[in-house]
């Protein structure tokens, strides 16, 4: 496994490809831990960077049992606070917020052809809320991720691609932090 990490790098830039368009996606997902699973919709963008290369963003929402949960980058969570924290004065504290939201969850990698292409997305700056009204309880913590999707192109309307995806997860500072996600997205792209 850490030969195929080692040697990735150096076949990702040895490939051709024209992946240098913004693409995003609407995405449902499932997430499991070894204690509770929950689906979950959401918006993902990857903004190129050269050819090959991705800065990723994404926001989630679900309904776990009987409460809330909400994922996002940590970014995106902290520069919201920042800008809900501000009052009516708003000044340094919103552009503070606004700059912090710019921030990405992490970055990624196309892998392959335009027709048959894998993209490699780490992601160790991701956030979460939970709430559960009973018993009351609310929490959130830093996590990050590991995702591999597939893109298949479609033409269909306006969606350009089809991707399903899997990813494994870790919540920094959790009693089981370790959890696996599935999922699939519907994109479009900015050709």
């Not at 940590?74 to 004065?89: R, T």
């Not at 929490?139 to 999707?149: D, T, Y």
Request: charged residues 15%.
């Amino acid at each position: 496994m850490l030969l195929i990490m080692a040697l990735l790098p150096f076949y990702t830039f040895s490939q051709e490809s024209r992946n240098s368009y913004l693409s995003g996606a609407i995405s449902g997902e499932y997430s499991q831990t070894n204690h509770s699973g929950y689906g979950s919709v959401g918006l993902d963008a990857w903004i190129p960077i050269k050819k090959k290369y991705t800065l990723n963003y994404g926001i989630r929402m679900g309904i776990p049992g009987n409460g809330i949960y909400v994922r996002g980058s940590a970014g995106l969570m902290l520069g919201g606070a920042l800008i809900g924290a501000s009052g009516e004065e708003g000044g340094l504290l919103v552009a503070i917020g606004a700059i912090t939201m710019l921030l990405p969850e992490g970055v990624g990698v196309y892998v392959g052809n335009d027709k048959r292409k894998i993209h490699i997305g780490i992601n160790p700056l991701a956030a979460e809320y939970r709430f559960i009204p009973q018993p009351k309880s609310e929490w959130s913590q830093l996590s990050g991720n590991i995702c591999v999707r597939g893109e298949f192109p479609m033409e269909w309307g306006n969606v350009n691609f089809i991707s399903p995806y899997l990813a494994t997860f870790y919540n920094y500072d959790a009693v089981n932090p370790f959890g696996v996600r599935a999922g699939i997205s519907v994109g479009f792209k900015n050709n």
